[in-house]
């Protein structure tokens, strides 16, 4: 074999997920190259028919779904079941999202699969995976931040109940990566070994891990030797809170300021950077060496906040263009506060080629973030979300073709 | 080849990262089973001495250097160099995070390491990739945040300066887990063609990735037909943030709630769920078929408002569990808030064996995260994270002992 235009050119993937983690690593798959098959159910995926911006096309659909091809199948009728296993028959990998059970009772279990398909990888997604208490519910990303002790991570100034960040489905992103690790770790194992896997994320790990740092336990392991934190959650939240709130009231180094049109982002980790900042915001602070220390006495405490509000006034009186402009001829890490809204055409993106532009039969044009990788330069050359059903004839002939194949071998 | 005990066994990896993005990515290849090696200078990487619980080990390191080993070398020191080409001469993959120019300097650039080791796999994590005005700069997580719209996306319901979600290095993981996927998509050509690559991923992609839903122009994308947004970037997050506390204030299906001990997050994103939210909590919203829908006139929006706070009041009335049990009862998405320190031992996690511990020695048993991936099962038997140059000699005596072979043959 020589070149490949995609490392994972010919292998097929049988694609059963919807809304996030499953479609996000489904499309890591297509754009190494894999031929991903989305199998959608008549009404199609949930995201097509969600504020969509052309019949069928959802931003978040656009932005999920390139290089797949899509049939549509209704797994419930029998002669649709048929085909599908058909197609799984065919297929080096096979990706599903369902909750605990409906995989088995609708016919496509491993087992099942791997009674006929028996080196297929099996990759599968949930949100807690089949053991324990939640073993069973569904996983919604803002549910799962809730329980996953991200969101109490991140307490309100005024104490009301938190929020996520941003608006993102942090989780459902992690996971769906995370996914796209497992199933190319089991293709490298079966290139070596011929042997087929069952591979499963879980969105409560995605969780998780993003907290790696502080989900440490360097105490007795068995869990017998815990005792209970005291308290009560609403009063340990609130709690961080406050201790998040005079935190942030004495942070000088290591944050967003207000500036006279914006904010400008800081990222002051060393001591010569530190330097640099008292010396930019004429300001002498010196407690420079260790800011991270909590106040030896309340006079301290009051100092510090006081130290604070004078560089938060000072960086009222120069625009956010000025400040990045200091500071970048000082090397200290910063940047402007951007908007998402300015970024398509943002020149660091447009010059670093970040994005994949494909154009959609009977719209035009569309521009989708990457995938993040470069690999000797960018790739070219993809498929467009598909129309639902688009390749449902195109597939059935394949499979067709196939079959006489067998028959007259 | 029969059955492996990880699917990367065999594979060796030399690590110069340092950080989160670049050990996180090794860390994912070592848990598979490759053989990572990482090379540390002689004060050690930086995470062993910032706030250790045991000389050379902190938490942020334990969580991200499991399954490696560690060599020193002063790459500064020709004779270290030396010995740090030798062994890149035996690796599969080369990884490393230095600013753009410094892997040159040092004499280990992808063009004088494939001089001597043609088909390796080159990995690199970068702030913003080797093109555009920012290709120069430092990419500390937080400004990452800042340039990529994360924290604008963010804004503070007083309207102050926005900070970063949970305290937690997300541009960061999520970076690592996308030079995992790029490692191994390469590796997965190099077993197919033979052929090594150069692999690249960037901080700003991996935070603009987490925002693709929203990343999508549907416009004309050469960017010049595309007009500035009006306003400075304070007046629009300022707005931005009356917009989202307007809708905080309308949001009943799809958030969090204080109880009378703690918080619960419900997550209706269908007609069902909502109508068994109004079910459980006795109040009657005309709109619950299309909550997101704007107000259609001032009295409307009043009214909104007045059920939001209804619904808030009635949450504080019943504990957590209370709460967690009725709506679980309908088989609604909801859950307790919970704390990091807690789900160390949670019964959930402890069920699901979503963490992996080891045993430190001269320190004693320590849990760490998973991986967030089970293989027909979990994986066991796992290399504690190194002491800093515990495996130099043994690297040392492996270089000798494959060049003396080479002699001999």
């Known amino acids: 074999m020589s070149e490949l235009s995609g490392p994972m050119d010919g292998i097929r993937v049988v694609d059963f997920s919807g809304y996030i983690a499953g479609p996000f690593c489904t499309q890591i798959l297509g754009d190494m190259g894999a031929d991903v098959i989305k199998v959608e159910p008549p009404k199609g995926e949930q995201w097509r028919v969600q504020d969509p911006f052309a019949k069928g096309f959802s931003k978040s659909f656009v932005s999920l779904n390139r290089n797949k091809r899509s049939i549509v199948l209704d797994l419930k009728q029998k002669a649709d079941l048929d085909t599908a296993l058909e197609l799984i028959a065919t297929a080096d990998i096979v990706v599903h ?7 088995e009772r609708l016919g496509i279990g491993y087992d099942a699969v791997r009674a006929f398909n028996p080196n297929v990888i099996y990759a599968v997604n949930s949100a807690y995976g089949p053991n324990g ?4 519910q569904a996983g919604y990303d803002l549910v799962i931040q809730a329980v996953s002790g991200l969101i109490a991570a991140n307490p309100r100034p005024d104490g009301k109940a938190p929020r996520r960040y941003a608006g993102i489905a942090l989780i459902d992103f992690t996971a769906g990566q995370t996914l796209a690790i497992g199933v190319m770790s089991a293709l490298i194992k079966r290139m070596r070994t011929g042997q087929g896997t069952r591979v499963e994320s ?13 989900l440490v336990s360097i105490e007795a392991v068995d869990g017998k030797t815990q005792s209970k934190n005291p308290g009560t959650v609403l009063d340990r939240v609130q709690a961080w809170a406050g201790q998040m709130n005079d935190l942030v009231e004495r942070e000088l180094y290591y944050r967003t300021y207000e500036t006279n049109d914006g904010y400008v982002t800081i990222g002051c980790l060393n001591v010569p950077q530190r330097r640099h900042f008292m010396d930019l915001l004429a300001i002498d602070d010196p407690w420079f060496e260790n800011p991270d220390a909590l106040p030896a006495s309340p006079d301290e405490d009051q100092e510090r906040r006081a130290l604070t509000l004078a560089a938060e006034s000072k960086f009222t009186q120069k625009s956010t263009a000025e400040w990045v402009s200091l ?68 597939i059935l002939s394949e499979l067709a073709a196939a079959s006489d194949q067998t028959k007259r071998a």
Chains 1, 2 share one sequence.
Do not use: W
């Open 97 to 103: 999202n369902y909750r605990p059970g409906v995989a």
């Open 202 to 214: 879980t969105l409560i790990e995605a969780a998780l891990s993003l907290q790696r740092q502080k």
């Open 133 to 136: 208490p939640r073993a069973q």
């Open 327 to 394: 500071f970048e001829g000082r090397d200290v890490p910063c940047a402007p506060v951007q908007m998402a809204d300015d970024l398509m055409f943002d020149g660091q993106v447009t010059a670093g080629g970040y994005f994949i532009d494909f154009e959609l039969p009977e719209f035009g044009q569309v521009r989708t973030m990457g995938n993040g990788l470069s690999f000797n330069g960018r790739p070219n050359g993809h498929l467009p979300p598909p129309s639902l059903g688009q390749h449902t004839a195109e």
